[in-house]
């Protein structure tokens, strides 16, 4: 368990992400950073009254391992900096202990699977608040390319699965689990990239852009073209895209915004207080 200045910090600096990535969809630097500089002092302080390196070297190591998976989600495309960020200084709050079972490992295990849960369940409050437009985007993607395909091989999938089980009663109940998995997933593939175009997409003023906003659409303004970078959009990109704007050249562009990640996290820590390892937990409990 974490000593209590330890986790006190951790809560302030998840519960602070958490709001202002709820109503900005953005964590500011100053909460991650302020993390990460806590993280390793107070870990500094107590490795100078036990005249010890270990709590400081955890922290060290607990920051470098949330450095690494960090950079890994953002340079996949699947955070943006904010979320990269708050996970360094959660590894330099929490640090680094050699156990399977530690306050770190049990703290990531947990945000991989609250992170999924989070994720579904912010879809599907998007797709009921605009449930008429994911609706429709989801009966015109039906039919087309590639997503027609990927249905109608998951469909076929299914229903070989289905006389598969009929034919082998001894993994009946297997293979019908398994054909209703194969035809829900492309339905859920679906179903998420509805919700996406419909409730995630926006028209934005240039004026209204900030750093890491990503750019569905390339912007085309006479013999220049501009790219929407994979990493989203850096301090150039915006002085280029707010110069166009001024020259009234473009009005708005369409941005993708995701999921606000960060409750994810706060949820994720506090299962690793009450519980530790949650799927430990849910399975042995």
Sequence with gaps: MLPLPLLLVSLAVLIAAAWCDLKTLEVPDWINYSGIAAGIGIHAIYSSQQWNVTPLTSSAIGLGIGFALACLMFYTGQWGGGDAKLLMAMGALIGFQYDKFSDLASFLINLVFAGGAWTIAMS???AIRK???VWNTFLALRNQHPYARVTLSST?????LVIAAIAISLVRTELLILAALVLLSSYLVLFIKSTELSAMHHWVS?????EGD??????KIGNKQFNP???GLEKKDLKQLKHWYHQKKIDTVLV???VPFTPAFLISFLVTIAVGNGIIWIAFG
């Design 156 to 160: 076929i999938t299914a229903a070989l």
């Design 131 to 133: 449930r008429h437009a």
């Design 124 to 126: 599907i409050f998007y």
């Design 214 to 219: 990503w750019l569905v659409h390339t912007i």
């Design 229 to 231: 970078p994979r990493l």
């Design 256 to 258: 993708k915004y995701g």
């Design 206 to 210: 240039p004026n209204k852009l900030t």
